[in-house]
């Protein structure tokens, strides 16, 4: 039987590497000769590939906003879930919107007349600060005067030191009223108000100042709550 030589085997060898190494180039050559024309001669083939990549750029970046919110929102029911067990005795409801109206603050939230929800039932926030009052019952849904309607008022106390009547404005601004000039309240004093064994706090005190032809202190409250970020309250019963 005939046996090749060693150096014909290294020849054959080399013929097929330098085979398989043009067979190679080939695809290689062949894929920029039909690849660069179309980048050259058809931009629109880029474009459309930069704006695919906008769009799942895009699309990442409102995943990852959608899981920052939902990471939020767990926080805040949480919250909300932790008032609830340490009081029983509050009703727990959603926030349906806010009244149309650059004077009026007044949000709607879904529980009513059917819910046992009634006028003058006082609001807090999932913090414990005081929001507002239910000003009408209806159903289904009840509107929820807020701190800062003109129509909002209330009686509270300042510190330990004397009682007034807390006000809302038609510039948005929270006063107390009819507390003489003798009180000596003083700015950061607290300003809060007590349901049943619960001390609510309302705000502190952010201006005081005397008037000339008034008995009474013109006295300004920042409050506590933040009254248009609030997506659930809380109801005294």
Known sequence: MYLPSKSRLKFLGYILFIVLFLLTFKRILLALFFSFPNNILFPSIV????????????????????????????????????????????????VLGFYPSGFRKVAFID??????????????????????????SFNEYSELILLDDPYFSLPVLIENKTAGLLKGTLWGSLKILYVEGDKNISIGDKVWLKYADLPIVVGRVQRVRETKNDFFLDIEVKPKSNVYSVREVFLLK
């Open 47 to 94: 474009s459309s590939r930069i704006e695919e990549l906008k769009r799942k750029n895009l699309d990442f970046r409102l995943t990852l906003e959608r899981m920052k919110t939902l990471e939020e929102e767990n926080r805040r029911l949480r919250r909300a879930l932790g008032i609830k067990e340490r009081r029983p005795d509050l009703i727990y409801a959603r």
């Open 111 to 136: 529980l009513g007349k059917r819910d046992g929800i009634i006028k003058g039932t006082l609001a807090i926030d999932s913090q414990g600060y005081l929001l507002g009052k239910i000003s009408q």
